[in-house]
C-alpha cells in the first residue's frame, strides 16, 4: 500500500498538486469573473429569485426544479469536504489554507456560473426520454478546429471524451470512495460499528436509490439536504460559543498568515506560504467542486428554457458549500484548538515516517528542523535497519513522525499484545507485516480532527454524534449524486446499455472503500479532480465569448418579461448579434 500510494503521489505531483493546476483553476475563474463584471456580486438577490420560480415558464423542459437541480449539485458538493476536507486543509496549511479555500469559492461562483450556463445550453435527450447534459456536449459540439484548409480537426471530441473517462474515474474518487471512507471511520470511532458492515448497509441503500434515476435522487436529496445543513450548523455554533474567547482570535489567524505561512503551534509544525496556498485551493475545489464540471451535469436536467437562468442557480452553490459551511467548520476547528493537539491514535503505515535520531519538538532548534521536514524544504535522515522494541517501547535512537507531528508514546502491539523483538525499517518506512501496529499521541486530520472538536461545547461527548449523522448525511447524499454524474458519463460514452454495469460496479466499490486504507483514497480523489478539471477549464475558456452573449441575452428577455425591475448594476441590456 505504501508503494502504491507513493505512486500515486508521484502522479498527483505532476497534476492535481502542482502548481500549475492551481494557477489554471484560479486565473480562469479570475477571468471570467472580471470579463463578466463580477457576476458572483451583481446577480445573487436575481439567482435567489429563479430558484423560487420567478423566471419559470408552463413550457420549460426538463426532470427536475431549480430547487431539485441546486438540491442535488449541492448533495454532490457539500460532504465529506466540508467536515473531513476541511480539517484535512487546516491539518496541511493551518488557517491560512481556510483563508484560500474562501477565495476559492468567491472566484469559484463565477467559474460554475459559466460551466453550468453552457452545459444547459447543449444539452440533449437520451435514449430513455431523460435529459443528458454536462461539459462533453458543448466540447462535443463546440470545440473542433477548422483549419485554414477546410479540414476539421476533431478536438472537441477528443476533449469530451477524456472528460467522460475523467467523470467515471472521479465519480469514485470524489463521490464514492472518500466519502464512504469517511463515514464508516467516523461511525466506527463513534458508536464503535465494524466498517464492514457500515459499508454492507449503506451500499444495499446506494443501490436501491441510485436504480430510480434522477427523479428519486432529486427527491431524495431535497429532503436530506436541508436537513443535513440544519444539523450540523446547530453542533458547530455550540463549539463556536463555547470557545466565545478564541472566535476574533481564530479570525485573525486566518488571515494574518496569508502571507506569512501558518506558524508552528503545539503539534503542529508549521505550513510555508505556498503549502497552505496549495492545499486551501486543492481541499476548497474539492468541496464546491467549480471548475470540476461535475455540478452541470445535474443543472442539466432542471427545467430552464434559458440556460443562463440555471447558471445563476449554480452560482449560489460554492457561497453555501464553502463560504457558510466550510467557514463554520473551520472556524469550529480553529476555535476548539484540537488542531495543534496531540491525541490517541492508531497509526496508518502510509503517514508514518522513522527518523534517524531523537528529536524533541520543544526544543525550538529540532522544532525547526522537523518543520523544514514535514514541510519538503530541507528533509532529516530517515531510518535504514533493525529497529529494537522491548514490551512494546522502543528502545532505538529514533524518532517517529506521524501525522505530519513527532508522535509521543509510542507502543508497538503485535495483534493485541505489547510487541518485543527486532523489525526491519528502510528509508524510514517499517517492513513488517500488517499484524504490526503502532499507537501513540500525534496530530489527527479529516474527519476525526472535526469530529473531536464537536466535543468541545455544553454538548460533550454527544457532540462526536452530530458530526457522525451530519457526515453519514452529507456523504451519502454526494455518493448518490456522483453515481448520477458518473451514469450520465457512461451514456455519452457508451450508450445506456453501459448504465447498468456501472451502477454495479459502483455499489461494489462504495462497499470496498469502506474498509481500505484512507490516505490512499485522498490522494486518488485529488488525481480524478484533475483529470475531470483540465479539460473543462480549457473548454469553458475557449467560449467565453459565446458565454458573454448568452448572458446579454438573458438580461434582454429578462427586462422584457420585468419590465418594471431593476437590472444588476452596470448591466448593460445589449441584443444578441
Given at each position: 500500500?505504501?508503494?502504491?500510494?507513493?505512486?500515486?503521489?508521484?502522479?498527483?505531483?505532476?497534476?492535481?498538486?502542482?502548481?500549475?493546476?492551481?494557477?489554471?483553476?484560479?486565473?480562469?475563474?479570475?477571468?471570467?469573473?472580471?470579463?463578466?463584471?463580477?457576476?458572483?456580486?451583481?446577480?445573487?438577490?436575481?439567482?435567489?429569485?429563479?430558484?423560487?420560480?420567478?423566471?419559470?415558464?408552463?413550457?420549460?423542459?426538463?426532470?427536475?426544479?431549480?430547487?431539485?437541480?441546486?438540491?442535488?449539485?449541492?448533495?454532490g458538493t457539500v460532504g465529506t469536504g466540508n467536515i473531513a476536507?476541511?480539517?484535512?486543509?487546516?491539518?496541511?496549511?493551518?488557517?491560512?489554507?481556510?483563508?484560500?479555500?474562501?477565495?476559492?469559492?468567491?472566484?469559484?461562483?463565477?467559474?460554475?456560473?459559466?460551466?453550468?450556463?453552457?452545459?444547459?445550453?447543449?444539452?440533449?435527450?437520451?435514449?430513455?426520454?431523460?435529459?443528458?447534459?454536462?461539459?462533453?456536449?458543448?466540447?462535443?459540439?463546440?470545440?473542433?478546429?477548422?483549419?485554414?484548409?477546410?479540414?476539421?480537426?476533431?478536438?472537441?471530441?477528443?476533449?469530451?471524451?477524456?472528460?467522460?473517462?475523467?467523470?467515471?474515474l472521479s465519480s469514485f474518487g470524489t463521490g464514492n470512495l472518500?466519502?464512504?471512507?469517511?463515514?464508516?471511520?467516523?461511525?466506527?470511532?463513534?458508536?464503535?460499528?465494524?466498517?464492514?458492515?457500515?459499508?454492507?448497509?449503506?451500499?444495499?441503500?446506494?443501490?436501491?436509490?441510485?436504480?430510480?434515476?434522477?427523479?428519486?435522487?432529486?427527491?431524495?436529496?431535497?429532503?436530506?439536504?436541508?436537513?443535513?445543513?440544519?444539523?450540523?450548523?446547530?453542533?458547530?455554533?455550540?463549539?463556536?460559543?463555547?470557545?466565545?474567547?478564541?472566535?476574533?482570535?481564530?479570525?485573525?489567524?486566518?488571515?494574518?498568515?496569508?502571507?506569512?505561512?501558518?506558524?508552528?503551534?503545539?503539534?503542529?509544525?508549521?505550513?510555508?506560504?505556498?503549502?497552505?496556498?496549495?492545499?486551501?485551493?486543492?481541499?476548497?475545489?474539492?468541496?464546491?467542486?467549480?471548475?470540476?464540471?461535475?455540478?452541470?451535469?445535474?443543472?442539466?436536467?432542471?427545467?430552464?428554457?434559458?440556460?443562463?437562468?440555471?447558471?445563476?442557480?449554480?452560482?449560489?452553490?460554492?457561497?453555501?458549500?464553502?463560504?457558510?459551511?466550510?467557514?463554520?467548520?473551520?472556524?469550529?476547528?480553529?476555535?476548539?484548538?484540537?488542531?495543534?493537539?496531540?491525541?490517541?491514535?492508531?497509526?496508518?503505515?502510509?503517514?508514518?515516517?522513522?527518523?534517524?535520531?531523537?528529536?524533541?519538538?520543544?526544543?525550538?532548534?529540532?522544532?525547526?528542523?522537523?518543520?523544514?521536514?514535514?514541510?519538503?524544504?530541507?528533509?532529516?535522515?530517515?531510518?535504514?535497519?533493525?529497529?529494537?522494541?522491548?514490551?512494546?517501547?522502543?528502545?532505538?535512537?529514533?524518532?517517529?513522525?506521524?501525522?505530519?507531528?513527532?508522535?509521543?508514546?509510542?507502543?508497538?502491539?503485535?495483534?493485541?499484545?505489547?510487541?518485543?523483538?527486532?523489525?526491519?525499517?528502510?528509508?524510514?518506512?517499517?517492513?513488517?507485516?500488517?499484524?504490526?501496529?503502532?499507537?501513540?499521541?500525534?496530530?489527527?486530520?479529516?474527519?476525526?480532527?472535526?469530529?473531536?472538536?464537536?466535543?468541545?461545547?455544553?454538548?460533550?461527548?454527544?457532540?462526536?454524534?452530530?458530526?457522525?449523522?451530519?457526515?453519514?448525511?452529507?456523504?451519502?447524499?454526494?455518493?448518490?449524486?456522483?453515481?448520477?454524474?458518473?451514469?450520465?458519463?457512461?451514456?455519452?460514452?457508451?450508450?445506456?446499455?453501459?448504465?447498468?454495469?456501472?451502477?454495479?460496479?459502483?455499489?461494489?466499490?462504495?462497499?470496498?472503500?469502506?474498509?481500505?486504507?484512507?490516505?490512499?483514497?485522498?490522494?486518488?480523489?485529488?488525481?480524478?479532480?484533475?483529470?475531470?478539471?483540465?479539460?473543462?477549464?480549457?473548454?469553458?475558456?475557449?467560449?467565453?465569448?459565446?458565454?458573454?452573449e448568452e448572458v446579454n441575452g438573458f438580461w434582454l428577455e429578462?427586462?422584457?418579461?420585468?419590465?418594471?425591475?431593476?437590472?444588476?448594476?452596470?448591466?448593460?441590456?445589449?441584443?444578441?448579434?
Amino acid at each position: 500500500m505504501q508503494k502504491f500510494n507513493d505512486f500515486l503521489l508521484l502522479i498527483d505531483s505532476y497534476i492535481g498538486s502542482g502548481a500549475w493546476f492551481v494557477y489554471l483553476l484560479l486565473g480562469v475563474g479570475v477571468f471570467f469573473t472580471i470579463y463578466l463584471g463580477f457576476p458572483q456580486l451583481r446577480y445573487v438577490r436575481y439567482a435567489i429569485k429563479i430558484v423560487m420560480g420567478k423566471f419559470d415558464r408552463e413550457d420549460d423542459e426538463g426532470d427536475t426544479s431549480h430547487f431539485q437541480a441546486l438540491a442535488t449539485a449541492l448533495s454532490g458538493t457539500v460532504g465529506t469536504g466540508n467536515i473531513a476536507g476541511v480539517a484535512y486543509a487546516v491539518y496541511l496549511g493551518g488557517p491560512a489554507a481556510l483563508f484560500w479555500m474562501l477565495v476559492t469559492a468567491l472566484i469559484g461562483m463565477t467559474t460554475k456560473f459559466v460551466e453550468v450556463t453552457l452545459s444547459h445550453k447543449y444539452r440533449e435527450k437520451a435514449e430513455d426520454g431523460s435529459i443528458t447534459g454536462g461539459p462533453m456536449y458543448f466540447m462535443k459540439k463546440r470545440l473542433d478546429i477548422k483549419l485554414p484548409s477546410g479540414k476539421v480537426l476533431k478536438t472537441g471530441g477528443v476533449m469530451a471524451v477524456v472528460f467522460a473517462i475523467a467523470t467515471v474515474l472521479s465519480s469514485f474518487g470524489t463521490g464514492n470512495l472518500p466519502q464512504i471512507n469517511s463515514i464508516s471511520n467516523s461511525i466506527n470511532a463513534t458508536f464503535g460499528v465494524p466498517h464492514i458492515i457500515t459499508g454492507l448497509v449503506l451500499s444495499v441503500l446506494l443501490g436501491i436509490i441510485i436504480i430510480g434515476g434522477i427523479k428519486r435522487i432529486a427527491q431524495v436529496t431535497s429532503k436530506l439536504v436541508p436537513t443535513m445543513a440544519i444539523i450540523y450548523f446547530i453542533g458547530a455554533i455550540a463549539v463556536i460559543l463555547y470557545n466565545y474567547e478564541n472566535i476574533i482570535p481564530s479570525v485573525v489567524s486566518v488571515f494574518a498568515d496569508v502571507f506569512s505561512g501558518s506558524a508552528a503551534k503545539g503539534g503542529f509544525l508549521g505550513a510555508s506560504i505556498a503549502f497552505a496556498f496549495n492545499r486551501g485551493v486543492n481541499r476548497g475545489l474539492f468541496s464546491n467542486e467549480a471548475g470540476q464540471g461535475s455540478a452541470p451535469i445535474a443543472h442539466s436536467a432542471a427545467r430552464a428554457h434559458e440556460p443562463v437562468s440555471e447558471g445563476l442557480v449554480a452560482l449560489l452553490e460554492p457561497f453555501i458549500d464553502t463560504i457558510i459551511i466550510c467557514s463554520i467548520t473551520g472556524l469550529t476547528l480553529l476555535a476548539s484548538g484540537v488542531w495543534t493537539q496531540k491525541h490517541q491514535n492508531h497509526f496508518q503505515r502510509a503517514e508514518m515516517q522513522v527518523l534517524s535520531g531523537v528529536f524533541d519538538d520543544e526544543v525550538p532548534e529540532d522544532r525547526a528542523r522537523l518543520s523544514a521536514h514535514v514541510n519538503n524544504e530541507n528533509t532529516l535522515p530517515l531510518f535504514t535497519g533493525r529497529l529494537v522494541v522491548e514490551d512494546g517501547h522502543i528502545v532505538s535512537d529514533v524518532s517517529l513522525i506521524h501525522s505530519r507531528s513527532l508522535a509521543e508514546k509510542v507502543i508497538v502491539y503485535s495483534a493485541k499484545k505489547m510487541f518485543s523483538g527486532e523489525l526491519e525499517v528502510k528509508n524510514g518506512v517499517v517492513q513488517a507485516a500488517k499484524k504490526i501496529h503502532f499507537e501513540g499521541k500525534s496530530l489527527l486530520h479529516s474527519a476525526p480532527l472535526t469530529t473531536l472538536a464537536f466535543t468541545r461545547s455544553w454538548f460533550g461527548d454527544f457532540g462526536k454524534y452530530i458530526v457522525s449523522i451530519g457526515l453519514l448525511l452529507f456523504a451519502f447524499s454526494t455518493a448518490i449524486s456522483w453515481s448520477y454524474y458518473g451514469s450520465r458519463a457512461v451514456i455519452f460514452l457508451v450508450g445506456m446499455k453501459g448504465v447498468k454495469y456501472y451502477r454495479v460496479v459502483y455499489v461494489l466499490g462504495f462497499f470496498v472503500a469502506s474498509f481500505t486504507d484512507t490516505t490512499i483514497i485522498w490522494t486518488l480523489s485529488g488525481i480524478t479532480i484533475a483529470l475531470m478539471t483540465i479539460p473543462n477549464l480549457i473548454g469553458i475558456f475557449v467560449l467565453h465569448r459565446e458565454m458573454k452573449e448568452e448572458v446579454n441575452g438573458f438580461w434582454l428577455e429578462y427586462k422584457r418579461r420585468f419590465p418594471d425591475e431593476k437590472l444588476p448594476i452596470f448591466c448593460k441590456v445589449e441584443k444578441k448579434k
